[in-house]
Nanobody, 125 residues
C-alpha cells in the first residue's frame, strides 16, 4: 500500500492550499481516509476523515468550517482543501488510511493502518 501526499507549501495567513493523497496497492472501498498533522514538538493530531465510499465528513474543531476533505474514487485520490489558513495550521500533514471506525480515527492515530509520507505546510503571519 502506498499513500503519496503532495501539495504542501509556504503561504501567508488567509491563503488557501489543496493537499492531494494518491492511494495505490489495494482496494480501499472499505477504508476510512483521513488527514492528520504534526507540528514541531507536538503529537500527531487528527484533522479530517471520510469513508472512501462517500458519506459524511468529520473534522477537528480547529479546522471545522475552513478545511474540506473530499475524494475522487476514479483517480484513487483524497484531497484536503484548506482555506483561511492560520499560522497555527503550520505542520507536516499526513495522509492516512484505516479500516477501523471513523470515531477510532478521530480519537487516535493508533487507529490508522497506513500512513503516507508527510507534506509540509507553513503559514506565515
Amino acid at each position: 500500500v502506498q499513500l503519496q501526499a503532495s501539495g504542501g507549501g509556504v503561504v501567508q495567513t488567509g491563503d488557501s492550499l489543496r493537499l492531494s493523497c494518491a492511494a495505490s496497492g489495494r482496494t480501499f472501498s472499505s477504508f476510512r481516509m483521513g488527514w492528520f498533522r504534526q507540528a514541531p514538538g507536538k503529537e500527531r493530531e487528527f484533522v479530517a476523515v471520510k469513508r472512501w465510499s462517500g458519506g459524511s465528513t468529520y473534522y477537528s474543531d480547529s479546522v471545522k468550517g475552513r478545511f474540506t476533505i473530499s475524494g475522487d474514487n476514479a483517480k484513487n485520490t483524497v484531497f484536503l482543501q484548506m482555506n483561511n489558513l492560520k499560522p497555527e495550521d503550520t505542520a507536516v500533514y499526513y495522509c492516512a488510511a484505516g479500516e477501523r471506525t471513523i470515531l477510532s480515527m478521530m480519537r487516535s492515530s493508533d487507529a490508522v493502518d497506513y500512513w503516507g509520507k508527510g507534506t509540509q505546510v507553513t503559514v506565515s503571519s
